[in-house]
């Protein structure tokens, strides 16, 4: 099983409706979670951290489930600018540092 | 603005013809991380840095290096590049608090990545 498993998609989904994406990780001692938005041939950038119950930040919200070891990432609304790979992250808080490990991504595109 | 860069964006070689990659932080970080990441793949750790302290993926080939004179800049350099080697290679940075995890940062900056082709 990987460590962190993620559906790569495509998500076609038209404009303004409400698509969510899970992950699921195998290391029931991990700490923390995030979820990084990935454009085409740029680099990751970090979209939300998620924290015990979850978060939300307008459009998006993320919920981790520590008991069924997932975390999942709802986007209402979604715009044509929402269209990217969108990567699971998990620092499992091995080794004392940072070393996280990257999903392989779900391709999300919004469709006019 | 505080930043992390890559140079150079794009680089081209040669089969066999070593390259070397850059990147530098004005984010003050102690820990620098190389990834490479194929298209249609997850960001791969070749190795990262803690302060001077290397820590190297046991499944990172050793045709790949790395140098990190000073805490802002670390080099990746590609000692033999094969045809396999073309990637997006990403730098990124955190901190680590160690014995004070409160001035942890718990995510990775990343740089805009150096996209390499091999010929």
């Known amino acids: 099983r990987k460590e962190v498993e993620q559906d790569p998609g495509p998500f076609n989904v038209p404009e303004g409706a409400t698509v969510a994406f899970n992950c699921t990780y195998s290391n029931s001692a991990s700490q923390s979670f995030f979820w990084y938005r990935q454009d085409c041939r740029k680099e990751p950038k970090l979209l939300m951290s998620?924290?015990?119950s979850g978060n939300e930040d307008g459009r998006f919200t993320a919920q981790l489930n520590r008991a069924s070891q997932y975390i999942s990432l709802l986007i209402r609304d979604s715009k044509l600018s929402d269209s990217a790979t969108y990567l699971c992250v998990v620092n499992p808080r091995s080794g004392g540092y940072q070393k996280v490990t990257f999903g392989i991504g779900t391709k999300l595109q919004v469709i006019p | 603005d505080a930043m992390v860069i890559q140079n150079p964006r794009y680089q081209v070689t040669q089969f066999g013809k070593p390259v070397t990659l850059s990147c530098s932080q004005t984010l003050n970080h102690n820990v620098m991380y190389w990834y490479q990441q194929k298209s249609s793949q997850a960001p791969k750790l070749l190795f990262h840095y803690y302060d001077k302290d290397f820590n190297n993926e046991a499944d990172t080939p050793d045709n790949f290096q790395s140098r990190r004179p000073n805490t802002s800049f670390c080099f990746l350099d590609i000692r033999s590049p094969g045809l396999g080697d073309a990637a997006m290679y990403l730098c990124?940075?955190?901190?680590?608090?160690?014995?004070?995890?409160?001035?942890?940062?718990?995510?990775?900056?990343f740089g805009p990545g150096t996209r390499l082709t091999v010929l």
């Open positions: 990124a940075t955190s901190t680590w608090g160690g014995a004070a995890p409160w001035v942890s940062t718990d995510t990775q900056y």
């Open positions: 998620v924290y015990s």
